[in-house]
């Protein structure tokens, strides 16, 4: 039987510190039919060096400017050919064994996104797991894009990426593709580790922003009274400590 082909994108801007970690997690995986792409922003720190370090390793490679991570990620789909994409960024990194685990499910649900669970982690020994679900994904983003694999044509289909959003464009897209009736599957398996502290968290005002603005578009609901506002910001405020205190 032949193996799917995976394709598996890491994103990077000046993250010469981490990204070998990442890279070294996607090639020690042994996967035979993988495709691995990274797409660098025009880094200046050194993050070059490491990625011409591997470049024979890798399928392909590109450094030019972009207008922010979506459109890095968008770049990286349109070079992909695999059957099924997935994406580490340049400070997570997979665990082990994942694309055989992928390539597994995929071969029986071809037109489902894969979603596996995630190690969170803040600087410390101390990882914390979280899970991919649907229960709550029209409140808010219950999928945790580093262990998200979307087989090829599904991107093709409905679309990728939306970079008017620059923090939660993956919350945009997963909700999409949800209310588009695509299939997901929730994977027991943990496929990647997640550094805690990125976009998402740091710019907490402008992410709540966008995360209304995709839910009035897609849904419909106009959330932005001052009561929801400050509802979720509380909420995601209080996160951000929780996380202070666990790691």
Same mark, same amino acid.
């Given at each position: 039987? =032949?193996?799917? *082909?995976?394709?598996v ?10 990204? $070998? ?11 035979? #039919?993988?495709?691995?792409?990274? @797409?660098?922003? @025009? ?20 450094? /030019?400017s %972009?207008? !922010?991570?979506? +459109?890095?990620?968008?770049? !990286? ?5 695999? +059957? ?31 979603? !596996? #669970?995630?190690?969170?982690?803040n600087?410390?020994? *101390?990882?914390?797991?979280? *899970?991919? +679900? ?7 983003? =219950? ?5 998200? &694999? @979307? ?18 464009? %993956?919350?945009e &897209?997963?909700?999409?593709?949800y209310?588009?009736? /695509? =299939? ?11 550094? @805690?502290?990125?976009v998402?968290n ?9 995360? &209304? ?6 849904? !419909? ?5 001052? &009561? ?12 951000? $400590?929780? *996380?202070?205190?666990?790691?």
């Open positions: 039987m =032949t193996l799917p *082909k995976i394709t994108i890491t994103v990077v801007l000046n993250n010469a510190q981490t990204i $070998e970690r990442t890279i070294l997690s996607v090639l020690n995986q042994e996967y035979p #039919n993988l495709e691995y792409i990274v @797409v660098d922003g @025009v880094s200046t720190d050194g993050t070059l060096d490491v990625i011409k370090k591997y470049e024979h390793k890798l399928h392909q490679w590109i450094s /030019e %972009d207008t !922010g991570i979506y +459109d890095a990620m968008n770049k !990286g789909i349109r070079m992909s050919t695999g +059957d099924v994409v997935g994406l580490i960024n340049a400070d997570d990194w997979m665990a082990e064994n994942s694309l055989c685990v992928i390539a597994d499910h995929y071969s029986k649900n071809k037109n489902a996104i894969l979603c !596996g #669970n995630v190690f969170l982690w600087n410390s020994e *101390k990882g914390k797991l979280k *899970k991919s +679900d649907l229960k709550h994904l029209k409140r808010e983003m =219950t999928i945790w894009h580093p262990g998200v &694999f @979307v087989p090829l044509e599904i991107y093709r289909r409905i679309g990728a990426f939306n970079t008017q959003y620059k923090i939660l464009g %993956d919350y &897209f997963i909700l999409r593709a209310l588009n009736g /695509e =299939t997901f599957l929730m994977l027991a398996h943990t496929t990647a580790n997640m550094s @805690v502290g990125g998402s740091s710019l907490i005002k402008k992410s709540m922003q966008e995360s &209304f603005d995709i839910k009035q578009k897609l849904l !419909g609901k106009a959330l932005s009274n001052h &009561f929801y506002y400050a509802y979720y910001l509380l909420k995601y405020l209080t996160i951000i $400590e929780i *996380k202070k205190i666990i790691y």
